[in-house]
């Protein structure tokens, strides 16, 4: 794909992010349903427990992902915790419940809206042990060696480069740190006009890679014990049919 392709999907993508920041797009990305009880309704179906829900601040979920990634991560008690695409904050809030005061969780964002807002999020629920970056994942605000646990949660299908993404990855995170990412991948190869529709990659689809290649390009990376932990079909209201059967949530660990 070439740079300007590029920079076009990461504009529309970043525009479409920003307007869900500042709600003035109410719809949810990666999700169905609308307004506050479908955006919970929304959460709890990908995998968010009633308690966890209640436990961090309510402007912190936007209905934007496909798992829960810190349920799966075994996220410790002082680990050092980086989330992708962190969004409202919601998974940045439960990791920073579970690594208590002496961890820290630092979750990075390619939109201003959303990093205002995630801090915000953190002020109001006095979170003292977290902090937003402004980054993108492909070139991450973030040391050399200096991560325990990286979560995602349906983001890096957004990226067109997701080979430099992984690497970056592999990059801030310690020799035997952890990956648990949960993403959108595909059984098989999209219809053309899917993948060249700007919207589509905006929802998650169009981005989506072959679920075999997306393994490979993991192991490519560096990492080993790449493994599928969890997967099921990816479902929601108005999805184009010809995509029925053809795009599945994973949940994916792997070892540096």
Same mark, same amino acid.
């Given at each position: 794909m070439d740079n300007l392709k590029e920079k076009e999907i990461k504009d529309f993508v970043k525009e479409r992010y920003s307007k869900? *920041?500042?709600?003035?797009d109410s719809s949810c990305s990666c999700c169905s349903g609308n307004g506050m009880a479908g955006i919970i309704q929304q959460a709890k179906a990908v995998g968010y427990s009633e308690d966890e829900i209640k436990s961090i601040p309510a402007d912190a979920i936007f209905g934007l992902g496909c798992g829960n990634p810190t349920a799966l991560a075994e996220i410790k008690k002082g680990e050092t915790v980086l989330d992708l695409g962190s969004g409202g904050g919601?998974? %940045?809030?439960?990791? *920073? +419940?579970? %690594?208590?005061? /002496?961890?820290?969780?630092?979750?990075?964002?390619?939109?201003?809206?959303m990093v205002e807002t995630a801090t915000k999020n953190a002020k109001a629920g006095g979170y003292g042990n977290v902090e937003?970056?402004?980054?993108?994942?492909?070139?991450l605000p973030i040391e050399d060696e200096s991560i325990d646990v990286i979560i995602s949660n349906c983001v890096i299908n957004l990226t067109p480069n997701k080979s430099v993404a992984f690497k970056e990855v592999f990059r801030?995170? +310690?020799?035997?740190?952890?990956?648990?990412?949960? !993403?959108? %991948?595909? @059984?098989?190869? =999209?219809? !053309?006009?899917?993948?060249?529709?700007f919207q589509a990659w905006s929802e998650c689809t169009?981005? *989506?890679?072959?679920?075999?290649?997306? =393994? @490979?390009?993991?192991?490519?990376?560096?990492?080993?014990?790449?493994?599928?932990?969890?997967?099921?079909?990816?479902?929601?209201? !108005?999805l184009d049919e010809r995509l029925v059967g053809k795009i599945?949530? %994973? /949940?994916?660990?792997?070892l540096k």
């Open positions: 869900i *920041a500042t709600k003035e919601i998974d %940045v809030f439960l990791a *920073a +419940n579970k %690594v208590g005061d /002496q961890g820290k969780v630092i979750g990075v964002d390619m939109t201003d809206n937003f970056k402004l980054g993108e994942i492909e070139n801030v995170l +310690n020799d035997g740190g952890r990956i648990l990412i949960s !993403d959108i %991948v595909t @059984e098989g190869e =999209l219809p !053309d006009e899917i993948r060249k529709s169009a981005g *989506a890679m072959e679920k075999e290649e997306y =393994l @490979e390009t993991i192991r490519k990376a560096g990492f080993k014990d790449v493994e599928i932990i969890e997967e099921h079909f990816f479902t929601e209201k !108005d599945t949530s %994973v /949940q994916v660990r792997a």
